[in-house]
């Protein structure tokens, strides 16, 4: 098992753990709920996912989270129902591959290892080797098959219904809402307005690491961080869905 294999086990072990002993979670308490839009080709949502969201369940804080990954971004629909994708074809059929494994296998510890390893490869300039973390993340092939026969299209309609409802609208992605809150320009400090929006008792660990950065939240002003705006020209560019992936 290389470098990259090992890490993903990491991640496997430390969220099963978290979630099995979740001293959090008790009766009363109320998860946060985090929902990120995003889509798969975007280099700052992948960066958000791979080395920021990651964190969640490296720390202990998903015990506490409701996390709902929404892969659709700075896309849209043509009259026909065809999709339009900010970063070409191959976007469409990843934002489609994601959505249709969060439906397949809905434990967010599922398919966010899927979800990891498809955006580390966009890091890496290998999205093209996308089907290798069906293996990697101990997941099977069964997305495929809701990619080709059409369910995928059904979810990516319903996300982007939902992303076109947001209020404000989003002006780019990673766009982060934490209970209904959206973080906009600040969604990197998405783990305070975690520990600040939840309210059992005791607070995770991690929480009071971030009690100085939680005090600031509403005080401060944003950093700028880069983003993909919607409308922002890159490669535009529909997808056949009646194109299948061969298994």
Request: proline content about 6%.
């Amino acid at each position: 098992m290389g470098a990259y294999g090992r890490r993903l086990l990491t991640i496997l072990v430390a969220t099963t753990t978290i979630l099995l002993l979740n001293p959090y979670g008790c009766a009363g308490s109320e998860p946060v709920t985090v929902s990120l839009y995003y889509e798969t080709l975007c280099p700052y949502c992948a960066d958000f996912i791979v080395n920021h969201l990651v964190k969640l369940f490296q720390n202990g804080l998903i015990s506490i989270v409701n996390l709902r990954m929404l892969p659709w971004g700075n896309a849209w629909l043509n009259p026909d129902g065809s999709f339009v994708c900010q970063h070409g074809a191959d976007e469409c059929l990843l934002n489609t591959i994601e959505a249709c494994t969060i439906s397949t296998y809905p434990d967010v510890t599922r398919h966010f290892r899927f979800i990891y390893c498809v955006e580390r490869l966009t890091l890496q300039n290998r999205h093209n080797e996308w089907e290798k973390c069906f293996e990697m993340s101990n997941l099977g092939t069964e997305p495929i098959d809701c990619y080709n026969n059409g369910y995928g299209t059904v979810l990516e309609n319903k996300f982007a219904k939902e992303t076109s409802k947001l209020n404000p609208p989003h002006r780019f992605v990673p766009w982060v809402v934490v209970n209904n809150k959206p973080l906009q320009e600040d969604f990197e400090n998405f783990m305070a307005y975690i520990c600040k929006a939840y309210k059992g008792n005791p607070k995770p660990e991690a929480c009071r690491s971030l009690q100085s950065q939680i005090d600031s939240t509403d005080e401060e002003e944003n950093s700028e961080s880069e983003v993909c705006y919607v409308g922002e020209s890159r490669n535009f560019t529909s997808l056949d869905l009646a194109e299948k992936i061969p298994r």
